[in-house]
């Protein structure tokens, strides 16, 4: 049974990939017939775009998913595109004709992004009022658009990031501070590319598709300050900040520092913003592939946040009710959710949130019957800095530990989650998916 149970519940995790796929995404939103291009599903969102008005086609971006997202713009407009440049994770590429592709550093970002960057600030900044520049942004843009500010550096920039990383903040946080010690989030790229007509398409990887949040919103109006992100250091008393990031981040409370655009400024009276890929898709994929394989089917939330240790007991006690009631739903039954969860770092080991996560609902299951497994993963097929997407683990997963002479809580209590799921051979390994709208967690009941 457990062996069915596990193969399922990856067939449903693959249906959710395929739901999501960034390149047919961007084909479901942009169609061209002749001259006349349109953009959007949605009749009353839906735009028609004469390309006789414009003199060039632009196209920049960020993101794990950025890069089969402008396949698919090459394969609809092909030669009418003039330039572009884009930044993908390392491994995430793809062979582009028209468009250079920038490898980059995520989650902290390096010197090949911000040379990046810079190419496509620099592209922005030369659009005039007759170009139509295209922005493909997807999960992790905000590490793969580096562009410090003022006079802060690199190096100090990834400390900063990695102290939110290593704090809990949520990724609102973070990219509240992300913001305000760049110069290409926060909208600054919308005010880079005016007087242009921009198209900014998005996969969407955060908790309730939050366009100023999704890579830090370049082309979309801010709504944080820099107070906003001093309130954010006390709150987690990250009081040993860079001298670079302090000084900039002091000048701007004090309202001596240029302030990201917000509503309402003319940066982006040419902006058109279209959300084309989001967990909620993936989980409503995640539905029918279960439903086919025979399950009663619930979706709990797309919007899932929280300690991952905490979230991971709320799924194995309603796993534990739906084997002693039948609530919510009977057997066979398929619990869904998603979002994205944080870990507290409090140990040296690796992993990640969805690693995490498996560990810790493992160490819940050791009584229960060997009827259920629990499935945690990351849709970009990378968890925290490791090669695994996350885990699946089952009511005998403690006693592989066991046997391997492995004790769980000691591996939880040093957030070394992966070196015990590889040890009790529960990781989930896709490999890079070119995708990235947050996590999947999958509860499978017999």
């Known amino acids: 049974m457990l062996k069915q149970l596990r193969s399922h519940a990856q067939d449903i995790f693959r249906a959710c990939l395929e739901a999501v796929d960034p390149c047919e995404a961007v084909k479901r939103f942009v169609s061209l017939e002749g001259k006349r291009l349109y953009v959007g599903q949605e009749a009353r969102t839906r735009k028609e775009i004469d390309l006789d008005s414009f003199d060039r086609v632009l196209v920049v971006g960020g993101g794990k998913a950025t890069a089969p997202m402008a396949a698919a713009l090459e394969d609809i407009l092909g030669s009418r595109i003039r330039e572009g440049t884009i930044n993908v994770k390392y491994g995430f590429t793809r062979a582009l004709s028209r468009i250079e592709v920038v490898e980059a550093g995520h989650p902290l970002p390096d010197e090949n992004g911000v040379e990046g960057t810079r190419k496509i600030i620099h592209l922005l900044k030369e659009a005039g009022e007759r170009d139509l520049v295209f922005s493909l942004i997807s999960g992790g843009g905000s590490a793969l658009l580096p562009q410090p500010a003022g006079a802060i550096t690199l190096e100090e920039k990834q400390a900063m990031t990695l102290s939110l990383l290593e704090c809990g903040a949520s990724i609102d946080e973070i990219n509240a501070l992300r913001k305000h010690i760049s110069a290409s989030k926060g909208g600054q790229m919308a005010r880079a590319a005016y007087p242009a007509t921009t198209i900014n398409l998005m996969l969407s990887d955060v908790v309730g598709d939050r366009m100023d949040v999704i890579a830090s919103g370049p082309f979309v109006p801010d709504t944080s300050t820099f107070e906003t992100v001093s309130e954010i250091l006390d709150k987690y008393g990250l009081s040993d900040t860079p001298p670079g990031v302090e000084a900039y981040l002091r000048a701007g409370v004090a309202g001596e520092g240029v302030e990201t655009p917000k ?184």
């Open 263 to 446: 509503q309402g400024d003319k940066a982006f009276d040419r902006v058109f913003n279209y959300i084309v890929g989001s967990n909620i898709l993936a989980l409503e994929a995640a539905k029918t592939k279960a439903e086919s394989l025979g399950y009663e089917t619930l979706i709990l939330s797309s919007m899932v946040e929280g300690e991952t240790r905490v979230v991971a007991g709320v799924h194995t006690a309603i796993a534990r009710e739906i084997l002693k009631t039948g609530h919510p739903l009977s057997p066979p039954a398929c619990v869904i959710s998603g979002g994205e969860t944080t870990v507290t770092i409090q140990g040296s080991g690796v992993g990640g949130r969805n690693q995490e996560f498996c560990l810790a609902a493992a160490m819940d299951l050791g009584d229960v019957a060997p009827r259920l497994v629990i499935l945690s993963g990351g849709t970009d097929g990378n968890d925290g800095p490791t090669e695994a997407a996350g885990g699946i683990v089952d009511p005998l997963t403690l006693e592989r530990a066991r046997e391997a002479e492995l004790r769980a809580q000691d591996f939880l209590k040093e957030n070394n989650s992966y070196v015990f799921l590889k040890k009790t051979g529960d990781l989930l390994i896709t490999g890079p998916t070119n995708t990235n709208v947050m996590d999947v967690r999958l509860v499978l009941v017999r």
